[in-house]
Every structure is written in C-alpha cells, then in structure tokens.
C-alpha cells in the first residue's frame, strides 16, 4: 500500500526550477529520509507532500487520491508535519499549545474548549510532556519544546508523520532522544515517516529507507545500506571519503571517514 505518492513534481521559483519531475512513493508504515545537500529540494519536497505547496506540474496522490481535489482539513487528518519551527503565543501552556493539534477532527470552537480528548492526553503522555502541560511554552528548554511540538503534530492523530529537520537547534543528547521517540511512536502508532535529516549517520540509523536528492532530481533510493557509500558522499556531498558499516549488538551503524 502506497498512502503518498509524488508523481513527476516539478516545482520553480521564479526561473530557478527547485524540483524537477521528482517521483517518489512512500510505503505504508516505513520510515524514508529525504538526504542532499542544502538547496536541493527536500523541504520544498516535503511541504508539497504535505499539500502546502502545489507544483506547477505534476501532482501528489494520498490514499490514491490526488491531493489537490481535496481540502485542508481533510488532508490534515491524514499528514502531520512537524515544520523547522512552529510559533506559538507568549503565556500559551503546553496543553493549549498541543490542543490546537485538533483543529482538523474539533473545528475550532472544539479547539479552543477546556477540554482534552484522548488524542490530547495520549499525545502528552506519549511525548513525556504531561508534566509540563500547564507551564508556558517559552519557559522549556529546546528539547523539551521540541517534545512539545511533536505532541502537537501527534494530537492530530494523523497516520503519516513529516518531520522536517526534528534535530535542529537541539544538543547530540536530545537529537537522540526525539529521534528514539519518533521511532517507537512510529513502531507503536504503526505510523508512515518521511523526515528531511542532515545527518547520515541518524538518517542511517532510524530509516528504513533513503531517498538521495540532487539538484532537484532523484539521485539514489533505497535502503541505507545499499544507497549511502562512497559514491553518494561525492556525488551528492561534494566529500572524499569512505562509509563503514558496522553491526555493534545486533545494530548495524554507519561511520563515515573523510578521506
């Protein structure tokens, strides 16, 4: 099953063509990592799967369905995106800032009410931010806050999760701990992935799968295994250098060495 489909998507700025006829299929319950360099499209790919950007050509299909036939609300009970950053208003507490998660299945009358739901709780107790739920957002450290935002994409109770750099700003300890978060909530939840990462290693990792982009084009895809070598640091990296994998307890890890 292949609940997000991009079908020759080409997307411009102006004369500056961004994607450029990119295909890309996204299985049902994997984890795919979009990897390149910056500028090479990976952000504008992912808010075009997320139906916030609609291409000059080409198209996207959720649930076989294309997505520009159908309405926002309805898209977002299918796609939360977890953006770079999400503003919130100063003094909003974590519960208010995570309720508004449920515009898509409340409306916003439903959202604004002092009420939680299910999805409202799971979401805070699922991100180990429950403790939290009545301090003021800008009072947390950036790990924290990013827990926070993550409860807030999850309280939309959507299927298929975006991530968009979710280890930005955040110190090697919490980049690991949002990045073990998101993978046991995709194994529990069952969830679809698609994250846009900078770290090999991390996208190594967590991925179940990686799709390379290059210049707007689709340059490797695959299991990291078979797609990160070599090859992939110079073509789509400009580096010289060598990629090891090593099975350490039962856990294959990459180490990249620059030549």
Known sequence: MTPLRAEGVHVRFGEHAVLKGVD???????????????GSG????LRVLAGLLAPQDGGVRLD?????????????????LLPQATPYVQGLTVRQFVRQGRYAARGPLGMLGESDD?????????????????????RLSGGQRQRVRLALALAQDAPILLLDEPTTYLDIRHQIDVLNLVRDLQRERGLTVVSVLHDLGQAARYSDRVV?????????????????DADLLH???????????ITTNGVLKMVVVPD
Do not use: C, F
Not at 42 to 45: A, P
Not at 212 to 228: F, I, M, N, Q
Not at 235 to 245: H, I, P, S, T
């Open 24 to 38: 890309l299929a996204v299985g049902a319950g994997e984890w795919l990592s979009l990897l390149g360099q910056n």
């Open 42 to 45: 990976k952000t504008t790919l």
């Open 64 to 80: 076989g369905r294309p997505m520009a036939d159908l309405s926002r609300r309805h898209i977002a009970r299918r796609i939360a």
């Open 118 to 138: 299910d999805q409202v709780r799971q979401a805070l107790r699922d991100t180990e931010v429950a403790q939290w739920a009545d301090t003021p957002v800008e």
């Open 212 to 228: 390379a982009l290059k210049e707007g084009v689709v340059h490797a895809d695959g299991a990291p295994s078979e797609v990160v």
């Open 235 to 245: 073509d789509v990296y400009g580096v010289a250098g060598q990629v090891l994998w």
